[in-house]
């Protein structure tokens, strides 16, 4: 099984993130964050990702923080599930549609993070959480997992749909990446050698 256990601790999260990459999608995820909570559970049931979160931050202030450390816990739990990332298929991309709106994302196990963010929303908010967030997450997901990850929303007009509909489609882009390939399950997926 390819699963790790991370732990953050700052003067402003205390953050705790299992997970199984070979999973079953089972959850159990505690943020402080309804919205985000619902997310990661989205993450967990799409991507086949066994995943345990739980999170303590400075909620008083805003939810800036503990989104983007939650985001760089998994993003490091899932580098350090991988390993040196021999054996995967290493690419992914998955097309999302939710209601009116539609999203894609494709993505590189490279271990070179790159973040390319084309979403637009409506509104400054969904229910409590500052859409701008939702870019710190990934882009903090990218960074430390090591992934080369494009997010492009072509249309959408609910914010809750244009954000879930990233969310699964970047679940099932992931899953497909880290699949084991079987026909080269020893070889790392790069004329490089490493990656």
Known sequence: MRSATVERTTTETKI??????????TYDVSTGIGFLDHMLE???????????????GDLHIDFHHTTEDV??????????????????????????PMDETL???????????YLIWKVDFRRDKVG?????????WFQAVAQTAGLTLHVET??????????????????????????????????????????
């Open 103 to 113: 999203t894609r994302v494709a993505l590189d196990c490279s271990n070179r993070p």
């Open 154 to 195: 072509f249309y959408g007009e609910n914010n809750h749909h244009i954000v879930e509909s990233a969310f699964k489609a970047f679940a099932r882009a992931l899953r497909q990446a880290v699949e084991i390939d079987p026909r080269r399950a020893d070889v790392v997926p790069s004329t490089k050698g490493s990656l």
């Open 71 to 96: 985001g760089l816990a998994i993003g490091t739990a899932i580098a350090q599930a991988l390993g040196d990332r021999k054996g995967i298929t290493r690419y992914g991309s998955a097309l999302a």
């Open 42 to 56: 989205q993450l967990s049931r799409h991507g086949l990702i066994d995943l345990t979160v739980k999170a303590e």
């Open 128 to 136: 409590t959480m500052d859409t701008e967030l939702f870019k710190e």
């Open 16 to 25: 705790a993130v299992s997970l199984n990459l070979d999973g079953t999608g």
